[in-house]
């Protein structure tokens, strides 16, 4: 095997190249992956355009890394390679994803389970070297087998799919319960899905870019309203007898999609902000104070792969429609982040191929 491979590594603002770098060697617990493909996210985009973000600033306390040069891509599946010592349970060539918590095992947090609020908290391909690449190298307790039934392809929406079921289990849905999507990207078109197979009766997708309103109506929403041209609020009022929605998501994290998630829902709801919002936005109480509204975060995810890979394997969630190119390595930044930057109404996710 030579000892180098292709791999696209983040240096920085705006600084992205498709390198020759060493093969990484697995250590203690570790395991090494031969990465069949890997989505491209939307934070992926915004460490290039703007990071870090997600990517430690300070040493990271659990893998050391800062900053760059590092390999981006946590959205994938792969096959394993190689096994470092005492790591145990997995075969070469098993199929796997990952989850992408890096947890210490032994905080408080940990102790109770609450991975995704571990204080050392890091994540796959932010504090360490991920799947924009030909391998990886990953702790074994990471590690998810594929079931037969679900694809390569498939099996890199694990990871975003794992972060709609987390968004829709923080706010409690109820069998029968209405549903407001605020935003219909990759993240609002998983929400929308996982709500309907968690049993709600509708959802109203509010979106201004025609083809994803389209797309969300092929996917089963009820309405796809386009906030530029109505009142989302009125809309889903007309739609529901007044009732409007009995639980909002809002997928992209801004004033104007918090305010719209407020304005979609009616008495009692719960609203979950899922979008990371990078601005602050204001929230005028005596909106939410009345009618004992509730916000709530989701924040990545904790145990929800299971659940997300049983949705792709018996078919619940349909993720082949959001795939809008495949595309090799080599062009990452011309045919995946540029396109994804510059056309949003023309994609959703691309997917990304080593070879
Ligand atoms: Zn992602
Ligand atoms: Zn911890």
Excluded at 97 to 123: D, E, I, S
Aim: with cysteine; aromatic share 6%; hydrophobic share 45%.
């Amino acid at each position: 095997m030579a000892d180098t491979m292709k791999a696209a590594v983040w240096r920085g603002q705006k600084d992205l190249s498709i390198e020759q770098v060493p093969i990484p060697q697995p250590g203690p617990g570790e395991v090494r992956l031969k990465v069949k493909v890997c989505g491209i996210c939307g934070s992926d985009l915004h460490e290039y355009n703007e990071g870090p973000f997600l990517i430690p600033r300070r040493p990271h306390p659990l893998t050391g890394r800062q900053g760059g040069p590092l390999v981006v891509g946590h959205e994938f599946s792969a096959e394993i390679d190689s096994l470092g010592p005492e790591a145990e349970g997995w075969q070469p060539g098993d199929r796997v994803t990952v989850n992408c918590l890096l947890y210490c095992g032994v905080c408080a947090y940990c102790q109770r389970g609450q991975y995704n609020m571990c204080l050392k908290l890091g994540t796959v391909a932010f504090a360490s070297d991920g799947a924009f690449a030909e391998f990886l190298c990953v702790p074994a307790y990471t590690l998810l087998k594929l079931p037969d039934a679900v694809t390569d392809d498939m099996g890199a929406f694990a990871e975003p799919l794992a972060v709609a079921v987390r968004v829709v289990k923080r706010t409690r849905l109820e069998l029968g319960h209405s549903v407001a999507v605020i935003g219909a990207g990759p993240i609002g078109l998983l929400v929308m899905q996982v709500a309907l197979a968690a049993g709600a009766s509708r959802v109203f997708v509010v979106e201004p870019m025609a083809a994803r309103r389209e797309m969300a109506l092929k996917l089963g929403a009820a309405l796809a309203i386009d906030p530029t041209a109505e009142d989302a609020g009125k809309a889903i009022a007309a739609a529901t007898g007044n009732m409007r929605a009995d639980r909002a998501f809002d997928c992209v994290g801004i004033q104007a999609s918090f305010d719209t998630a407020v304005k979609c829902t009616g008495r009692r709801a719960v609203i979950c902000v899922a979008g990371m919002a990078l601005k602050p936005v204001e929230v005028r109480f005596l909106s939410l104070w009345g009618h004992e509204k509730e916000i709530t975060f989701s924040t990545g995810y904790e145990d929800e792969f299971p659940a997300a890979l049983a949705l792709l394997a018996d078919g619940r969630v349909d993720v082949e429609s959001l795939i809008s190119d495949r595309i090799k390595l080599d062009d990452l930044l011309s045919a995946g982040y540029e396109p994804l930057m510059n056309q949003p109404d023309q994609h959703l996710k691309i997917l990304v191929y080593p070879e």
